[in-house]
Nanobody, 126 residues
Framework: QVQLVESGGGLVQAGGSLNLSCAAS????????MGWFRQAQGKERDIVAA????????YYADSVKGRFTISRDNAKNTVYLQMNSLKPEDTAVYSC???????????????????WGQGTQVTVSS
């Protein structure tokens, strides 16, 4: 079992930056692949970025490439999403999730994750 708590969301102007954190508790966080997802009002949840258990493999959605960076610190049981050059269309609830990778050091660009956090609101004003 893994419990996840996101923080760092808020209101920012277009062009600004935010750094989201996802703190994990429970067993063996360092063995889980992690992902960040977002869901805008009235839309389906989409994957934003993913990272393998070692941090050696990452994935980014096309819409955030070059602007967002996912990273993790397994010693602190935390995964981060650094978001730069934010746009109004980045406004959404951002959630992190954990997936058991079955010993593969891969980032998983899908919605099939095992544990989810509650989410944190990010609002980008124009």
């Amino acid at each position: 079992q893994v419990q996840l708590v996101e923080s760092g969301g808020g209101l920012v102007q277009a062009g600004g930056s935010l750094n989201l954190s996802c703190a994990a508790s429970g067993r063996a966080f360092s063995y889980y692949a992690m992902g960040w997802f977002r869901q805008a009002q009235g839309k389906e949840r989409d994957i934003v970025a993913a990272v393998s258990w070692s941090g050696g493999s990452t994935y980014y959605a096309d819409s955030v490439k070059g602007r967002f960076t996912i990273s993790r610190d397994n010693a602190k049981n935390t995964v981060y999403l650094q978001m730069n050059s934010l746009k109004p269309e980045d406004t959404a609830v951002y959630s992190c999730a954990a997936r058991w990778p079955y010993y593969r050091d891969d980032a998983f660009p899908s919605l099939e994750y095992d544990y989810w956090g509650q989410g944190t609101q990010v609002t980008v004003s124009s």
